[in-house]
């Protein structure tokens, strides 16, 4: 062969690498996911990793949408009943609660005045006995307080201020074997003033309401009766304990508390929903964060098994890495295919996590039901948990925060595996074949 005919051959030209992310390196991923039986061991950690982050997601999902139900729930009951800031007179009794009411309501961004009467009381029936908690309200307030309006469940709140009677919370009806009509009778520890002392008031009403908020603790305890009839039960003529502020929106309380106390115009000590429920709602924060990290050792721990499921399979497949390096493929195309072997793994996992913990979360309440029916035990009871059913919200930030944790762990867990099968010498796999 001359020289001129070796100038002439043209130059052999490298194989051109594939383009990142290629159908090429797809299809080589998704054969190393279905393992054959050879490669039993390598299946078994690959349903586990994925078995791992269904179930993380799904229970992260589930308790932070419960956790979200209890503190919206209790807060929404806890304020409704109770009211946003509560104003108390100090120095002088508070007599002229009325003028002090009428000036506060006409604050703006105040949807409610509303002065009370407030004492412990004994309640008692022919069937049964116990505490209460008596409020002296006015007709119209009552009609407009949020954790009542829409609540009551037998009999009306018309004609509550001509002395009809008494509302009572259902679960104390219950306890007392109450309907409306019965009669209660209610004990005062002080009553009238006699030369042997302070008796014992004792005064019976007719139930004339029975209503039901859903939070365990006001429907087994709270009594509504008139104002004035209050006044005069608990020897409280003319005056009132509080009045209770409702706004149209809690969350501006800072706002709001220069405005109610310039239209006071005499001393009073306010205070608000925050200061009196301050220590519950934090423990319910901490119990949320504390339940997100535990169980986010779930999802860790999946993760860790993709780990180890890649690190097996780089071992198997070294022969058939050393062959797709000898036929032109680049450490980064391996460094690609395992990490689409081990993300499919967190992708498809995370998704049915997210699927199942959305469907358990929106049916709580009926799965708590079934399990109580199934067991024959009270998996959810109300005296201890406050609420009369077990709650559920879903918030879009929590399900986004957990779906991005699933997937950031699965991912980094492929990392080291992924670059262990990009670095591997295709000479010394292929050495003793």
């Known amino acids: 062969m001359t020289a001129s005919t070796l100038e002439a051959a043209p130059a052999v030209e490298p194989p051109a690498a594939t ?25 078994v950690i690959a349903g586990f990793s994925f078995a791992g982050i269904v179930l ?36 002088t009794p508070l007599t002229d609660y009325d003028a002090v009411t009428g000036r506060v309501a006409k604050v703006p961004g105040v949807a409610l005045a509303a002065p009370l009467v407030e004492g412990q009381a004994f309640a008692t029936s022919p069937y049964n006995s116990g505490p209460a908690l008596v409020r002296g309200i006015r007709e119209a307030d009552l009609k407009r307080l949020p954790g009542i309006e829409g609540h009551v469940t037998q009999g009306t709140l018309d004609g509550f201020d001509g002395g009809q009677g008494v509302a009572v919370g259902a679960r104390l009806a219950e306890h007392l074997s109450l309907r409306v009509g019965d009669k209660i009778t209610l004990i005062a520890p002080r009553g009238a003033q006699t030369p042997f002392g302070v008796t014992p008031r004792v005064k019976s009403y007719v139930v004339a309401a029975i209503f039901q908020i859903g939070m365990a603790t006001f429907d087994n305890t709270f009594v509504f009766m008139p104002l004035a009839e209050a006044q005069a039960y608990f020897n409280l003529d003319g005056q ?37 429920n301050k220590s ?39 022969r058939a890495i050393a062959v797709l390096r000898t036929m032109g493929a680049t450490r980064g195309a391996i460094m690609r295919i395992f990490l689409i072997t081990g993300a499919t793994i967190g992708f498809v996992g995370t998704a049915c996590g997210l699927v199942l913990g959305l469907i358990v979360a929106e049916n709580v309440e009926p799965i708590r039901k079934g399990l109580s029916w199934l067991t024959g035990r009270n998996l959810f009871p109300a005296e201890f948990y406050y ?47």
């Not at 279905?34 to 390598?42: E, L, T």
């Not at 209890?70 to 800031?85: A, R, T, Y």
């Not at 501006?252 to 000590?269: F, G, K, L, Y």
Request: hydrophobic share 55%.
């Open 19 to 43: 383009r990142p992310f290629s159908a090429f390196e797809w299809m080589i991923a998704f054969r190393y996911l279905r393992a054959r039986r050879a490669q039993g061991s390598v299946s």
């Open 56 to 91: 993380g997601v799904m229970a992260l999902i589930v308790v932070m949408s419960v956790m979200n139900g209890f503190h919206h729930d209790l807060m929404e009951k806890m304020i409704g009943l109770n009211g946003h800031i509560f104003l108390q007179g100090v120095e």
């Open 240 to 276: 009132a304990n509080v009045i209770e502020v409702y706004l149209d929106d809690p969350d501006r309380i800072d706002a709001m508390r220069d405005r109610i106390a310039a239209a006071e115009q005499r001393p009073m000590i306010d205070t608000d929903w925050r200061q009196l």
């Open 280 to 318: 519950f709602f934090d423990v319910l924060t901490v119990e949320a964060n504390v339940m997100f990290a535990i169980l986010t050792l779930i999802v860790l721990v999946a993760a860790l098994n993709i780990v180890s499921g890649l690190i097996m399979l780089v071992q198997d497949k070294a």
């Open 387 to 433: 609420l009369s059913q077990l709650p559920s919200r879903v918030d879009a930030r929590d399900v986004i925060a957990v779906a991005a944790l699933a997937l950031v762990l699965s991912l980094a867990a492929t990392i080291y595996p992924s670059w262990r099968a990009a670095r591997l010498d295709p000479v010394e796999a292929l050495r003793y074949e």
